[in-house]
């Protein structure tokens, strides 16, 4: 099992968007909508944004969202502030009952 | 508020058996959900290393499965990781989480590093 594919660092200025692909397999990404992304700041645990392709739990912010195309999902962060500057994983459910997560993004926020 | 918090030892030696539990609180872990292990290398991306569901049905990551064993003890609203035949590769901080599927964690610990030297 590979990791999912993701860009290794995206920036934006504050207010602007950007996008953050994760590109998987159609034994993954493009077989269910099982996709997830988590944010996480240094030295803290992974916080769930966006949970099968595009629903956000409770309480996270509607400048983030998820969508999928294919074997590819992407998360979307409009309207940039300084604190969205984190690390980002995605991770999918698979055809064989296992979980991959991504390689990471990190996001700058310029 | 459920609250996850992972314990065990800081420090292992080469070749040796890595355990760590997790105690939850703030939720009868026999009642629902997916309970799970993610390790993440420092400096490095996360891994999935396993999770239970209540019933007690396991799931494994198969790169690692021949050397990992997660149980679950609902009497102590816990459950628990061992990782055997470890090398310095292992060095983590592990995180333990509980999710509505397999990849979907809504609640994680702080996490804890455990690092594998003699």
């Known amino acids: 099992q590979s990791a999912l594919t993701q860009p290794a660092s995206v920036s934006g200025s504050p207010g602007q968007s950007v996008t953050i692909s994760c590109t998987g397999t159609?034994?993954?990404?493009?077989?269910?909508?099982?996709v997830s992304w988590y944010q996480q700041h240094p030295g803290k645990a992974p916080k769930l944004m966006i949970y099968e392709v595009s629903n956000r739990p409770s309480g996270v912010s509607n400048h983030f969202s998820g969508s999928k195309s294919g074997n590819t999902a992407s998360l979307t962060i409009s309207g940039l502030q300084a604190e969205d500057e984190a690390d980002y994983y995605c991770?999918?459910?698979?055809?064989?009952?296992?979980?991959?997560f991504g390689g990471g993004t990190k996001l700058t926020v310029l | 508020q459920v609250q996850l918090q992972e314990s065990g030892p800081g420090l292992v030696k080469p070749s040796e058996t890595l355990s760590l539990t997790c105690a939850v609180s703030?939720?009868?872990?026999?009642?629902?959900?997916?309970w799970g292990w993610i390790r993440q290398p420092p400096g490095k991306g996360l891994e999935w290393i396993g999770s239970?569901?209540?019933?007690?049905?396991?799931y494994y990551n198969p790169s690692l499965k021949s050397r990992v064993t997660i149980s679950i003890d609902t009497s102590k609203n816990q459950f628990s990781l061992k990782l055997s035949s470890v090398t310095a590769a292992d060095t983590a901080v592990f995180y333990c989480a509980r999710g509505s599927h397999l990849e979907l964690l809504h609640y994680w610990g702080q996490g804890t590093l455990v690092t594998v030297s003699s």
């Open positions: 239970i569901y209540h019933s007690g049905t396991i």
């Open positions: 991770s999918s459910f698979t055809s064989t009952s296992t979980v991959l």
């Open positions: 159609s034994s993954d990404v493009g077989i269910y909508n099982y």
């Open positions: 703030g939720y009868s872990i026999s009642s629902g959900y997916y």
